[in-house]
């Protein structure tokens, strides 16, 4: 059985997974803004390095120009150390350029990369592996939104205690794979009664957590009734031999007056009402 400390507001878990997406958020932002500073300086330098260049041209051009001459001599008494060292400064000034570019082009790609691989993990950190529904993590960022939007559109927000009957016999006599059998099963036909916009959390161990958004309380009872009904069906055909799956289910509907807390405590307290019948 799952423990029963389901605060919301004091989750450290959440709050946790909160602050990092955050944290990590800002220092992407930063990252990126350094790159992009980076990349107009080198920018800038070549623009001065060509505009110097083009300074002295048009200096030297200037002349001939105003004199209308139609040849342009240009006396130069160069070494050829010297020529040869200026063709040097500006071959490394390029070769500098291309370098820096090609690190800022990294840079950029690293974050991109980095930034890529966090949505992945922060997903996966969301998704529980076993049952495939939400995890407990996702509780805050899922429901936080819709508890606001209710609140403000006035709109209704339904849960759905749910807890897998005699789930430790399954354990004791099948077997822990098979125990990750039942809640796979229980996650899959949780996820088939209810609609694409709603949600199932598996809330830990054998207990979930359905919220069904824009439902009243007659819409949530036809819910639980496609509920039973699937579990009437697995039963049907149970790879478990002498078990019967059966859910006990607390039906609650959201007050915005009450605080999320209370609201889950009163539809636990619904589901084990039921579970004692």
Known sequence: MATRDRGLESGEGEQGLAEKTQSFSQQLRERLAAIERRDWELWILALVALGILAAGLFFVLLPAVFLGQ?????????????????????????????????????????????????EVSHVQMLVDPL????????????????????????????????????????NTRFGHLSGDLVLAEVGGLLKQSVRGSDYVIRMGGDEFLAALVDTNLAGAEIVKQRINQHVAEWNQDSPLPGFSLALSIGIQEFDPSQSFDQVLADADAKMYAEKKK
């Open 70 to 118: 139609k040849t342009i001599e240009v006396q130069a008494a160069l070494s050829p150390q010297a020529l040869f060292g200026f063709l040097i400064v500006i071959v490394g000034f390029i070769v500098y350029l291309v370098q820096k570019q090609l690190q800022i082009r990294a840079l950029r790609f690293k974050s991109f990369v980095e930034a890529w691989n966090f």
């Open 131 to 170: 049952t495939r529904a939400f995890s407990r993590s996702a509780l805050e960022e899922l429901l936080g939104k819709e508890i606001k939007r209710v609140q403000r559109k006035q709109t209704t927000l339904i849960f759905l205690y749910i807890d897998v009957n005699d789930f430790k016999k399954v």
